[in-house]
């Protein structure tokens, strides 16, 4: 089965929240304005960004109808949704209804609880989810950091390969190059391999990668808009000097929190995601104003999207 490919960087979402912890959708068709206007090429919602792990099954349903509602069936622009989770069962249910509201993809983690012991087993996870929603691409998301599921990504490939009609290929968040390599190449390059660390996007795009998703694609576009054209332009020098401007953006997530980090950049930008659920925690006020002033220090007004 043949799909349309994802053409350029995707932004992992950040969920937006009200001061209660509630979700609030009305920020959601502001935000889908500013990613279009910052050539982002689409929204991977309900993520690691996107705290899935934090929402219910009926918050992740109206986070998916939201992003529909607000791209107004704009083609160009792509919508996909993570589904996975500890529950096969949950993670089948939230790929009949992207089906059904017309999302244009699924993304599924591995169980992290009872974790599959072998290849075998993570493909029949992902060949039960993916036939829940057959006639979606589906894009196996490859995140061993957090999900303690670290196989080569080519063995699930070769298990999946013919196998699984919708398989479209995989979010790949991980910087072992030699295997990414490996699933670029696979059947002639025919399934899409989206680079997941945007703080090595040059070494992805250098070796072949064409398209990835990641946080920092909401907030800063300008930047990895020069990396790209550097690249392509031959001039590795200023390519790497827009990497490691990357890099030390994506130090200041550390350094903040990660997602509560991330909220923080958008915030910057006038975007109000809220804080954060719980297990992760706030900034306090003597961090927001030591974060702003590493704003600074990063030159974020020259890299930021607009």
Known sequence: MKFSRIDGLMAATFTPFHADGSLNLECIPAYCRFLKANNVAGAFIC??????????????????????????????????????????????????????IGLDGISFTSPHYFKPTSL???????????????????????????TGVSFPMIGLMNLLHGKLENFAGIKYSEENLVDYIQCLQFNFGAYEILWGKD???????????????????????????????SFQAGDLQKSLEHQTQSI?????????????????????????????????????????????KNLIDIHFEDIRSR
């Not at 993916?130 to 196996?140: C, D, E, N, T, V």
């Not at 072949?208 to 054209?229: E, F, P, V, W």
């Not at 954060?276 to 006020?285: A, D, E, F, K, N």
């Open 47 to 100: 993520g690691t960004t996107g705290e899935g792990s934090s929402l219910t099954q009926q918050e992740r349903m109206k986070i998916a109808e939201a992003w529909i509602a607000a791209n107004a069936g704009d083609s160009s622009f792509k919508i996909i949704t993570m589904v996975g989770g500890n529950s096969i069962a949950d993670a089948k249910e939230l790929a009949e209804h992207a089906s059904s």
């Open 120 to 146: 075998e087993q993570l493909a029949a996870c992902c060949m039960d989810v993916a036939s829940s929603a057959p006639k979606l691409p589906f894009y196996y998301y490859h995140i061993p950091g957090l």
């Open 199 to 229: 703080e090595c996007l040059l070494a992805a795009l250098a070796v072949g990668g064409k398209s990835g998703i990641g946080s920092t694609y909401n907030y800063a576009m300008t930047l990895y808009r020069q990396l790209i054209a």
């Open 248 to 292: 030390r953006m994506v130090s200041l997530l550390g350094k903040y929190g990660g997602i509560t980090g991330g909220k923080a950049f958008m915030l910057a930008l006038g975007i109000d995601c809220g804080n954060p659920r719980l297990p992760l925690s706030c900034l306090t006020g003597m961090e927001h104003t030591s974060f702003n």
